[in-house]
C-alpha cells in the first residue's frame, strides 16, 4: 500500500476521536434543552431567569437550541465527519476484499489465530477431492491453486457483511438529508419557496371551507391549490368521561368538485397532493345547530341557535329554546330545552347533543335533535423529506444487523504430502464473533478427519 | 382470579429468585443456582400470563387495548422485559451467576410498580393520541432495548467486582464463581448490541408514531431528546470499543452510566422535566 501524507484537516475528519468527541458534546449539550424550557416569548426567559441571564440564553440562541447555528453546526461537522471517515475507509475494504486469498503463502498460515491439523491416510490426490467435497458439503465454495509444496484450497463467505457498517453510516446521512428536505426554514431561505415544506394549522368552523393554511412559526399564508372543507366535528366520549374520540369529516374541493369525502381522527391523518391533514384541536362556540321535523308532515327545519333566547318556528306552530346547560370547560355536554305549542304547559327536558329527543305535544309529535358547533382545529404539513427519513431508518436497521451478526470467514487448508500420507493444515479468520467461527471451524475439522 | 393476583406472584417470585441467586454468589451451591432459574423462569411464565390476562380484562370492560400505556403498565412490562433478557443471556451462554446482578432489578421494578403511590394500577382507557399500533411497537423494542442496557449494567458491576478481587481470591472468594473476566466483556459487548439495535427500533417506531399522530417525527420534546442521548451515549460505546479497542473496565463503568441515563430517560424525564410522554 501508498501511504501519501494527507492534509491534518482531512486527516481529522477522517479519525474516530472527533466522532467519539462529537458523540459526546451532541449528547451532552442536547440535555440543556431539556431543562431550559424551549421556544417561549422572550418575556418568560426574562422572568424565569433574569435579565443578564436571559440576554445570555438569546445570545446562545438557547431558547431554540435544537434549531441554534451552532447545534446545527455540530449536527454539519458530525455529518462530515462521517463522510470522510467512511470515504476513507470503504475503498480501504474494497481493495482487501479484492485480495485473493490464494496468493497467501503457505507459511503465513501458522499464523492466524484459528488453527487445526488433519492427518490423512490418503494419498494427496485423494485428500483433495475430500477436502474438496467436504467444503462443499459444508457450504463453502473453495478454489484452489498449485504452490511448490502443496495444494492450497481457499474459501470465504460473508465478504460483503464487511459493508454493513458503512449502510450505517449512509443511512444516518440519508436521515439527515431528509430532514434537510423536510424542513421548513431550508425551503423558505434557501430554495425561496414556503410551499416546499412547511407546518401549519387551520381553524375551520363546521360548514366552512378553506384554500390555505397558516405557517406556525411565521405565521405566513400558504396557498394549497385547493379547499378543504369541515363538514363537521364531533368529540366521543368512554362512559368515565374520558374522550374517545375526535373526528372530522372533511370534503376535498379541488377546483370548486368535491374529490374526496374522509374523515380526520388522531392518528388517521389524511394526505391530499402531498399535503397532510392531522386533527390536531378544536374550539367549541356557543352556538347550536337545531333541527326539527313534524312526525306526520313534510315540516322540518334546522336553525343556529344560541342559549336563552327564544325561537319561533311559525310552520311548525311551536317555539323553542335552550334554558340551561352542563358543560366541561367550553364543551356542552347536557342541554336543557324548553318547548311549547302554546297549549298546555310547556315541555322541558334534558338532552345530550346528538340525541333525538321525541316530544309529544297535542298538536302533534316532534322530533328534535341539537348539536353544538365547533371548529376543528388541523395541523397541515408538507413534508417531502419523509420517505427518505423513513427509508434512511430501514435502512439503518438492516445496515445494523449485518454490522452486529454477521461477518466475513476466510478459510484456508494447504494439503501437503506426509509419511502417512497428507497433512492438511487449516487457518481461518472472521472479523467478527470469533467464538462462533471458532465452532464452525472445529466442526469442519472433524469432518475432514477420518 | 385476576391480574393483579398473577403479578403479585411473580413479584414473590423474582424476589425468592434474586435471593437464591444471591446464594449461589455467597456459597456456590450449584442447587440454590438452579432453584434461582427455575423461580425466574416461573416468574416470567406467570408474568406472560397476567399481562395475557390483563389484556383480556380490559376487554372485559369494554376497553380493549394492550396493557402497556401507562407507567404502571410499563414497569411491569419493562421487569417482563429484563427477566426475559437474562433468561436468553443464561441459555444462550450458560452463566448462571449473572441473576444475581440482574434479578434484583426486575424484582425492586415488580415491587416498586406494586407498591409506589405513584403508581395506578387501574386499566384507565386511552385517550385519542395512545390509539396507535405504532405505540405498542415503540413500546415493546424501546423496552426489550432498555432491558437488555440494565443487563450490560448487570454485567458491568460483575466485572468491576472480579476485576477489583483480582488474583488475590482466586476460586476462594465470593468473586471465584464469577466467570473470567473476558468472558464478562464479551457478554457486556454481546448484550449492548442487542440493546441498540432494538432500541433503535424504539427510536424509529417511536418517530413514525409521532407522525402519524402529530404530523412531526422529531420535535425535540424532552423524551425524545433524552432518547437521543441514550442512543448517542451507546454508539459511543461501540465505537470506543470497536475502533479504539477500549476493552474491560473502562467499557464496564461506561455500561454502568448507561443505567442512570437510561433511569433518567424512563423516569427521570416523566417526572422532572415536562413533555408529550406519559407512559415511559
Ligand atoms: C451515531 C452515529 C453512528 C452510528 C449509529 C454508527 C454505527 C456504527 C456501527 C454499528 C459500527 C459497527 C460497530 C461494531 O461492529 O461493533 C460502526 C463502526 C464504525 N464507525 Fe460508526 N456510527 C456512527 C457514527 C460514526 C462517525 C461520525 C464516524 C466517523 C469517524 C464513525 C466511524 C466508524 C468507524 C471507523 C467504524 C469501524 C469500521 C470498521 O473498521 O469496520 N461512525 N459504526
Known sequence: MTTTTKHPIISLFASVQLALFLLFLLASTSIIGTLIPQNNQPAYYVERYGHKAAQLLQVLDIPDM?????????????????VVCSAERIPQVIRSLRRDGLEVLPEQLTKFPIRGEVILPDAPAAAWERVDSVLKNKGWAPRHVDKQDGRLFFAERGGWTRFGVYVVHCSILIILAGALAGSSSVARRILNNPGFAFKGSIM????ESTDHILTFKTGERIDLGFALRCDSFTIEYYANGMPKTYRSEVTILDNGQPVQETAIEVNQPLTYKGVTFYQSSYQPYQQYRVSLQKRGTALTTATLIQAAKQVDWPEGG?????????????????????????????????????????????????????????????????????????????????????????????LFVFVTPSEQGSRLLLAGDANKNKGGFEKTFEELRKALEI | MDSS????????????????????????????????????????????AALGLRWYESYQIGIGRAPLTNMYESLVFFAWCITLVYLALEFRFKVRIVGAFVMPFAAVAMAYASFSDRMDSQISPLIPALQSNWLIAHVVTCFIGYAAFIVATGLGVMYLLKESAGDRE??????????????????????????????????????????????????????????????????????????RGWRGRRIAWLAILGFFVVLFTYFGVNYLLSGLHSDG
Open chain 1, 204 to 207: 375551520l368552523p363546521e360548514g
Open chain 1, 318 to 410: 311551536i317555539s323553542y329554546g335552550i334554558i340551561n346547560r352542563e358543560t366541561q370547560g367550553e364543551v356542552t355536554r347536557r342541554l336543557k330545552i324548553w318547548l311549547t305549542d302554546n297549549q298546555g304547559e310547556p315541555s322541558v327536558f334534558w338532552l345530550h347533543p346528538n340525541q333525538e329527543a321525541v316530544i309529544e305535544r297535542p298538536s302533534g309529535t316532534y322530533l328534535l335533535t341539537i348539536r353544538q358547533m365547533y371548529a376543528t382545529g388541523l395541523q397541515a404539513t408538507r413534508d417531502p423529506g419523509v420517505w427518505l427519513v423513513y427509508g434512511g431508518c430501514l435502512l439503518m436497521l438492516i445496515g445494523l444487523s449485518i454490522a452486529f451478526f454477521l461477518s466475513h470467514r476466510r
Open chain 1, 66 to 82: 435544537y434549531n441554534s447555528w451552532w447545534f446545527l453546526g455540530l449536527l454539519a461537522l458530525f455529518a462530515l465527519n462521517l
Open chain 2, 5 to 48: 393476583l398473577l403479578f403479585g406472584i411473580t413479584m414473590l417470585a423474582y424476589l425468592l429468585a434474586t435471593a437464591c441467586y444471591l446464594g449461589l454468589l455467597l456459597f456456590k451451591g450449584k442447587g440454590i443456582g438452579r432453584l434461582g432459574m427455575l423461580l425466574a423462569a416461573a416468574g416470567a411464565a406467570v408474568h406472560t
Open chain 2, 170 to 243: 482466586g476460586t476462594h472468594g465470593i468473586t471465584g464463581s464469577l466467570p473470567e473476566l473476558k468472558v464478562i466483556d464479551d457478554l457486556i459487548h454481546r448484550t449492548i448490541i442487542f440493546g441498540f439495535l432494538w432500541f433503535s427500533g424504539g427510536i424509529i417506531t417511536g418517530a413514525v408514531w409521532a407522525n402519524e399522530a402529530w404530523g412531526t417525527y422529531w420535535s425535540w420534546d424532552p423524551k425524545e431528546t433524552w432518547s437521543i442521548i441514550t442512543w448517542f451515549l451507546y454508539a459511543l460505546i461501540l465505537h470506543a470499543r470497536f475502533t
